[in-house]
């Protein structure tokens, strides 16, 4: 049986690893970890095959340490206390060194299982996690660990690995020459979205799908590359982080008036088929970036998004690009949010104080004998519907939670209310 070519090409010293720039080189932090050899205890985050295992598995090399390997899907406490059972044993008398995949699939007792062993020494953790670690794992547990982001491995990068595994891909399968054409490569690395298990997975594809016994030589072309791409490899899951990212990057390029990065991140959330998340982010950010800058924001958004619930996709990414457009190049101001926000905090900390007796309801038998509804002015009976007289409660009489923003609107606004009063 062939073993995947990602597991067979895996790099065995910290200077094959392709990627992460930030922590692998000369004078960073994983590489001088690994010459040191003194392992502590991490928590590797980050995108699947970016390579985390193959990391975990350079630093159990260089220890001395026993390895032992568990994934959190299927693994159980009675797992950790197996291993437990083996300290102190002529197989363990330097330690454990313990590689646990997927840790955030371990519950609150499970992570605390590990906790009195990672506290004296004798097991060292080195735990993986596509999820964010300070979401899903237990904080005593990052607490006596350090958190490593890996990042999404560049296209660059992805064709170096591609390459190194073209050069050694006929001794997988017993010596046949097989040769990648450039553009192959390229499309590969390009589809993978920094996924090198991804890339190497696609390519091994492309000589499964083309060899036979009676082949002595195989060439892999672009269009073999792109039949196996052919579902876009883009990663994107509604419950995980990168998710949440995106949401954060499309609302924040919209609020900052670049309609480029805007559509872009659109495109990435319609990729990943997520339009009830971009509906409401669209209806959020008429509200609370462009709200009184430009009123209407809000109803042509719900138009936009209305049209796109109606229709699904493909077509709805017609309507959101027209409503993320529009309100990318809309004025902003952030003035109504900051309004109820200030109220609400005043709210929650008590100070709220006694609402005045004549803003206070009157339509009721005895109401005037409680002092309720007495002396208010109908502000309808008074020239331009104004009159003069208190509406906030005493103690904050002199409060201004609504400051108008630099906009024509709200300056149109300031005005009538300076002329009122």
């Keep these: 049986m062939i073993r995947p070519l990602a597991d067979v090409l895996r790099p065995e010293t ?45 630093c159990a090399k260089v220890t001395n340490k026993k390895l032992y390997k568990l994934n959190a899907t299927n693994a159980s406490t009675k797992d950790i206390k197996d291993i437990a059972a083996r300290l102190d044993t002529f197989e363990t008398s330097n330690g454990v060194l313990l590689y646990l995949d997927e840790i955030q699939n ?19 953790l080195i735990a993986s996690t596509t999820e964010n670690p300070y979401f899903y794992v237990y904080n005593a547990i990052l607490s006596r660990c350090t958190v490593v982001e890996f990042k999404p491995v560049g296209q660059d990068d992805v064709k170096i690995a591609l390459e190194r595994a073209a050069g050694k891909i006929g001794e997988v399968y017993e010596g046949r020459d097989i040769s990648f054409e450039p553009e192959a490569i390229l499309h590969l690395a390009a589809a993978s979205y920094g996924d090198v298990r991804k890339a190497l997975t696609s390519m091994d594809m492309c000589v499964k799908s083309k060899i036979s016994s009676l082949d002595s030589r195989i060439i892999i072309t672009q269009d073999d590359a792109i039949a196996v791409t052919q579902k876009s490899a883009f990663s994107f899951d509604k419950d995980a982080d990168n998710h949440y990212d995106c949401l954060s990057a499309f609302q924040k390029s919209i609020r900052g008036s670049d309609p480029d990065a805007a559509i872009h991140y659109l495109a990435r959330l319609v990729e990943g088929g997520d339009l009830i998340s971009i509906c409401r982010r669209l209806m959020v950010i008429a509200c609370e970036d462009i709200g009184l800058a430009y009123p209407t924001a809000v109803t042509v958004t719900k138009s936009c998004v209305d049209c796109a619930l109606q229709l699904g996709f493909p077509e709805a990414r017609i309507p959101l690009a027209e409503a993320v457009i529009f309100l990318a190049c809309l004025p902003k101001s952030n003035a109504a949010i ?74 149109k606004f300031k005005l009538y209310l300076e002329k009122l009063k």
């Design 106 to 124: 371990f519950n609150k007792k499970q992570q605390q299982s590990l906790l009195e062993y990672i506290e004296n020494g004798k097991i060292t």
């Design 338 to 411: 900051c309004a109820i926000d200030d109220a609400l905090a005043d709210i929650k900390s008590g100070n709220a104080g006694e609402i005045p007796a004549h803003l206070k309801d009157g339509h009721y038998s005895g109401a005037q004998k409680m002092g309720r509804a007495i002396g208010y002015k109908y502000p309808h009976e008074y020239p331009n519907y104004y009159v003069k007289q208190q509406y906030l409660p005493d103690n904050l009489i002199n409060k201004k939670y609504y400051v108008p923003r630099l906009n024509s609107t709200e300056e």
């Design 14 to 58: 910290i200077d094959e690893v392709v990627g992460q720039e930030h922590i692998i080189g000369e004078n960073k932090l994983l590489t001088n970890i690994i010459k040191n050899g003194d392992i502590p205890n991490m928590v590797f985050y980050g995108p699947s095959g970016t390579g985390k295992t193959t990391v975990a598995n350079i």
